[in-house]
């Protein structure tokens, strides 16, 4: 890691919420591993039957933390627990534990957000939104804030398709200042029925709700030292600690799985869009990154009354990937990585249009999964094939805006700050991401399924 971050980052005290999540446990891994950080306090609720410190515990058998703990074995006592639910009224923070948090913390990054684009509106509104702005009304009392980073989306603002490193609160219909309490007088069902209402153009809750937060970062944050970070779609790790780790089947990864067995055979994509995805160590070094430029510029942003940086965190031109190339890899490494569980034959076919993905899918998924549950039947077996295409038919609904649009980026606040800094230093600029060719990514996506 450049030796300038870890400077930054030497006996700092951080504040992580979503540190249980896929990005921020691997955020959580790299301050541990590349710095000498003091200690972090880490943001995490109870969640099927399993408290706080059961979760945390877990980690000491996380293939993720194992190159970690072989070296330095007692590493984990960095962390210190939080019990709180970003989902809960001021996040379920005890006042003891409030004021703790408020005179340590120095660097603040909230992961946390429900990603799911079926959320009911009110869930997703209190997890995205509404904790965004509890987590700038405490940062607001730390005393030795330095840096806050706002983990945002690339995708918050899909509704245009030009997205520059700006606001843009004209996409919503109403502000976080109206729509916030609105929340508040509104039971979780009477909010639900309002929800196509109050997203407009927004395909889903997930993206409404995120740009709402941004929207709370740009009129709620005051002077505070704040950032946001947009990434595009996160997938396995590129090579730290290790290649291809990743602990989840959605986005990207659901379709190398669905396609690798056989199942998923016609998808709703456009082969000649570009696919933003990203390995998710290089986000998190991007992360850490935005935390120092932040606290470097802070003194004079406050000066010029200027709103918070944003970090739009994409795959550059040079080393993009498109949705075509994309469907090609996983034909290629179809016969290099064959999956043991595989059902059919392996392949994908696409369409850019979403009433021909449902016409193909009778045909490729629905009446071929009715067969196999009428032979499941007759030899007494449970039938599964239709309940499962059911839900990679509603996966498909849900992706397919994404899959067959077009989007640009500007990047220009993400690329300059390291820009001229030797290359075996840099870890925001672009050449960053090009160490990986994007396609490797997609390969470590398909070897991990083995």
């Known amino acids: 890691m450049n030796s300038t971050i870890i400077d930054f980052y030497k006996d700092k005290t951080l504040f992580l919420t979503g540190g249980s999540g896929f990005l921020g446990r691997v955020v959580i891994e790299k301050v541990l591993r590349a710095t000498e950080a003091s200690r972090i306090y880490v943001l995490i609720r109870s969640k099927r039957g399993k408290s706080p410190q059961d979760r945390i515990a877990e980690w000491k058998t996380d293939p993720l933390f194992g190159v970690l703990l072989k070296t330095q074995p007692n590493t984990l006592e960095r ?28 660097v603040v990054i909230h992961c946390a957000a ?73 039971g979780d069902v009477l909010l639900d029925t309002m929800a ?39 997938v396995a790790t590129n090579k730290e600690p290790m290649s291809g780790w990743i602990d989840n089947i959605y986005g990207p990864l659901a379709m190398v799985y ?22 998710v160590d290089y986000c998190a070094n991007c992360i850490l990154a935005c935390a120092m430029q932040t606290a470097n510029e802070s003194a004079e942003k406050r000066h010029r009354s200027l709103p918070p940086t944003i970090y739009n965190y994409v ?5 993009s990937i498109s949705n075509r190339a994309f469907i090609n890899i996983l034909a290629k490494y179809r016969h290099v990585v064959p999956l043991e569980q595989a059902l059919w034959y392996p392949f994908l076919h696409t369409t850019p249009f979403l009433w021909l993905f449902k016409l193909i899918a009778i045909f490729y ?48 606040n993400t690329a300059a700050p390291f820009a001229n800094e030797p290359e075996h230093e840099r870890c925001l600029s672009w050449e960053f991401t090009s160490k990986s060719r994007g396609s490797g990514d997609i390969i470590n996506l398909y070897n991990i399924l083995l």
């Not at 409404?208 to 709370?216: I, M, Q, R």
């Not at 509603?394 to 980026?409: E, P, Q, V």
Request: hydrophobic share 40%.
């Open 196 to 234: 196509s209402t109050l997203m407009g153009k927004f395909p889903n809750t997930y993206t409404y709700t995120k740009a709402l937060a941004e929207n709370v970062i740009q009129t709620e944050s005051g002077e505070l030292p704040v950032c946001i970070f947009r990434p595009g779609s996160i």
């Open 258 to 279: 669905g396609t690798g067995i056989g199942v998923l055979r016609i998808a709703p994509m456009n082969v000649r869009a570009l696919n933003p995805i990203l390995p």
């Open 365 to 412: 998924h629905t009446l071929p999964g009715y067969a196999i549950d009428l032979v499941l039947r007759l030899q007494g077996q449970k039938p599964r094939m239709i309940k499962l295409y059911q839900k990679v038919h509603k996966s498909m609904n849900a992706l397919s805006y994404f899959g067959t649009r077009f989007w640009t980026y500007e990047t220009i």
């Open 79 to 106: 962390i210190v627990l939080i019990s709180g639910d970003c989902e809960e009224p001021d996040l379920e923070i005890s006042e003891e534990v409030r004021e703790l948090l408020k005179n340590e913390v120095q």
């Open 114 to 186: 429900t990603v799911n684009f079926a959320e009911p509106l009110h869930k997703a509104l209190d997890i995205n939104t509404r904790a965004t702005q509890l987590m700038l009304n405490l940062a607001k009392e730390m005393s030795r804030l330095v840096g806050f980073v706002h983990v945002s989306t690339a995708f918050s603002n899909c509704v245009i398709s030009h997205i520059s490193e700006q606001y843009y609160p004209d996409n919503l219909i109403a502000g976080a200042d109206k729509v916030l309490p609105i929340r508040k007088v509104c």
């Open 315 to 319: 795959p550059h031109k040079s080393n």
